[in-house]
C-alpha cells in the first residue's frame, strides 16, 4: 500500500486500523509530498497494489492537480481519496471518482479502510479481468478475421487451379 499523507494522525489512525483488520499481509510505503510519492512509483518502479492519496496535502498545489498527476504514475493501480468534509470537498471527491478513483473516505473517519481497500480490490481485479477478457476476444477475433482470409485465399487458388486445369483440358494441353 502506497499512503500519501502528511497527515501524522491520519497516517497512524490508518496504519492502526490495517493492522487490526486487514486479512492479508501488506506492507505500507508512506510518502509525505507527491513528488516523494511520484519518485517511488516512476523511479524507483514501486509496484503498490493500492494507493491512498490524501488530496489535502500541505503546499501542493490544487487537489484536482494531485489526484491527475498520481492517476497518471499510478498505471492503473487503484486509488482510494482521502479528503474534508463539506460540501466543497464532497463535489472534489465526485470529481475524482468521476476521474476514476476507486474509493473516497473523509480524513478522519477511517472505520470502513480496510473494507473501501478490499473492495478497490476486488474491483480493479474484475475490471483487469474483463479488459484481458476484452483483448482476447479482439486477438480471437483477429485470429477468426485471418483465418477466414487464410482459408478464402485458400479456396481462390483451388478454384484457379481448378480453372486452369479445365482450360488445360478443354484445349487439348494448349494454352490460350
Partial sequence: ILLVSDNKA??????????ESIKF????????????ALN????????ADIIILDLGLIGAINP???YEKMGEAACNIPIIVLTGPGEKEHDLAIFVMEAGASDHMV??????IVD??????IRHKIATAAS???FRDLEDRQSDHDSAMIESKRKSDKKNHEKNQYISWVTGGYSV
Fill in 40 to 47: 517511488y512509483l516512476n523511479k524507483k518502479k514501486l509496484r
Fill in 116 to 121: 473501501a481497500i478490499e473492495f478497490s480490490l
Fill in 107 to 112: 480524513r478522519g473517519q477511517f472505520g470502513r
Fill in 132 to 134: 484481458n477478457k476484452s
Fill in 25 to 36: 499481509p501488506c506492507y505500507i510505503w508512506h510518502c509525505l509530498t507527491l513528488s516523494m
Fill in 64 to 66: 484536482k492537480e494531485i
Fill in 10 to 19: 491520519d497516517v497512524g489512525n490508518i496504519k492502526m486500523r490495517l493492522e
